[in-house]
């Protein structure tokens, strides 16, 4: 009979893979192989995951992945952009392309005007135009229409994104540096194409690394696929199994981190978007559904939180104005005195940290 979890040793797990515990004095590099790639919807989230689990971290640090080619932004899991290793972007796409493929037809928005045409000829044509020069969606889309003149731009862009391992390559991404995305392929950006064989075995023990003990339903929420529960069955021999308090069963590596439910969990501040509290089916072990629906807003933006004692207690925001930025923190509920004034220093330290040409740095509560 498999032993029975609590949602504060879920929990513990949780933020001792995901760097939260303590922090790290890995490389960026390996803090982000270790938490299986950083949301990336929009270029800073990333920036800010790292500075809360790594000791030390400076933008430059990622920055540099970036531009030398270690590290890419790429579309993965759940249909959104991610920051990823380069091993990773090979080795998960293909993985994860069911999803693109049902975007094509299934999409509202883009398939009515895609409706008839020859996708694989569509995506050729893209690799090729990609292939001389990179280019943003609308140069893409732009060039596309002149061969389907009866289709809209960002229809035909849409089929090249779901069908090509199309990354956003720097200025995009770098810190301080603006603009629209500019894609390439793998391919040419990479000098390489996704994995001919890739194993999703692999992936799912990459996931429990970073997020487990979890269910197959979590696993699946982190990927935006179907079929895991086949891949944990084949995994099965080689993995611990759990249950958690509602009898939902877990798969875990067997000598992963599973710390005492006690261990002391600091104060934090998580950047938005971070992917903590997107990764999983039950979310429970980090925010509750009733915080969650305050967080994720209705458009899919993740604000930043604040976490206490490890759960999500509120949320966090920078305002800027002519020479002064200040933080404003939003508890949603009572937190200790002791708490607040460990979130207080922490929010200094990254003012300095993201606007150090700022003359004036406060922050406020929001009581």
């Given at each position: 009979m498999s032993d029975t979890l609590s949602r504060r040793a879920l929990n513990r797990a949780m933020l001792d893979r995901q760097l939260l515990l303590r922090r790290s004095k890995m490389t960026a590099l390996e803090a982000v192989e270790q938490l299986a790639g950083l949301q990336a919807q929009a270029p800073n989230p990333p920036y800010f995951?790292?500075?809360?689990?790594?000791?030390?971290?400076?933008?430059?640090?990622?920055?540099?992945?970036?531009?030398?080619?270690?590290?890419?932004?790429?579309?993965?899991?759940?249909?959104?952009?991610?920051?990823?290793?380069?091993?990773?972007?090979?080795?998960?796409?293909?993985?994860?392309?069911?999803?693109?493929?049902?975007?094509?037809?299934?999409?509202?928005?883009?398939?009515?005007?895609?409706?008839?045409?020859?996708?694989?000829?569509?995506?050729?044509?893209?690799?090729?135009?990609?292939?001389?020069?990179?280019?943003?969606?609308?140069?893409?889309?732009?060039?596309?229409?002149?061969?389907?003149?009866?289709?809209?731009?960002?229809?035909?862009?849409?089929?090249?994104?779901?069908?090509?391992?199309?990354?956003?390559?720097?200025?995009?991404?770098?810190?301080?540096?603006?603009?629209?995305?500019t894609y390439q392929t793998t391919g040419d950006w990479l000098g390489a194409e996704p994995d001919a064989t890739p194993s999703p075995e692999a992936m799912f023990r990459r996931y429990l690394a970073a997020f487990g003990p979890a269910s197959v339903?979590?696993?699946?929420?982190?990927?935006?696929?179907?079929?895991?529960?086949?891949?944990?069955?084949?995994?099965?021999?080689?993995?611990?199994?759990?249950?958690?308090?509602?009898?939902?069963?877990?798969?875990?590596?067997?000598?992963?981190?599973?710390?005492?439910?006690?261990?002391?969990?600091?104060?934090?501040?998580?950047?938005?978007?971070?992917?903590?509290?997107?990764?999983?089916?039950?979310?429970?072990?980090?925010?509750?559904?009733?915080?969650r629906k305050v967080v994720i807003t209705h458009n899919g933006l993740v604000k930043g939180t604040i976490l206490v004692d490890g759960s999500v207690k509120g949320f966090w925001e920078i305002k800027t104005a002519k020479k002064a930025a200040s933080v404003v923190i939003t508890p949603f509920e009572r937190v200790p005195k002791r708490d607040l004034d460990a979130l207080e220093s922490s929010a200094h330290r990254l003012l300095a940290w993201a606007h150090p040409k700022s003359e004036d740095h406060s922050v406020h509560f929001v009581l």
């Open positions: 995951a790292l500075w809360t689990r790594l000791h030390g971290f400076r933008q430059d640090n990622l920055a540099k992945l970036l531009l030398d080619k270690s590290v890419v932004r790429i579309a993965l899991m759940r249909g959104t952009v991610h920051l990823v290793t380069r091993e990773d972007a090979l080795a998960w796409r293909p993985i994860v392309q069911p999803l693109y493929d049902r975007s094509v037809h299934g999409n509202t928005q883009f398939s009515p005007g895609i409706k008839g045409l020859d996708h694989e000829e569509i995506a050729r044509t893209a690799r090729k135009l990609l292939g001389e020069r990179p280019l943003s969606s609308g140069e893409l889309g732009a060039e596309l229409s002149k061969r389907w003149e009866s289709a809209g731009p960002s229809s035909l862009v849409h089929v090249a994104r779901a069908l090509l391992p199309l990354v956003q390559i720097p200025p995009r991404g770098v810190w301080g540096k603006s603009g629209q995305p339903q979590d696993a699946q929420t982190w990927a935006g696929i179907t079929k895991l529960g086949e891949v944990a069955e084949r995994l099965r021999p080689e993995l611990r199994t759990f249950r958690d308090e509602n009898g939902r069963e877990l798969f875990d590596l067997p000598d992963a981190p599973r710390p005492d439910p006690d261990t002391p969990a600091p104060p934090r501040l998580l950047g938005p978007f971070d992917q903590t509290i997107l990764s999983y089916a039950d979310r429970t072990r980090v925010i509750s559904d009733e915080y």
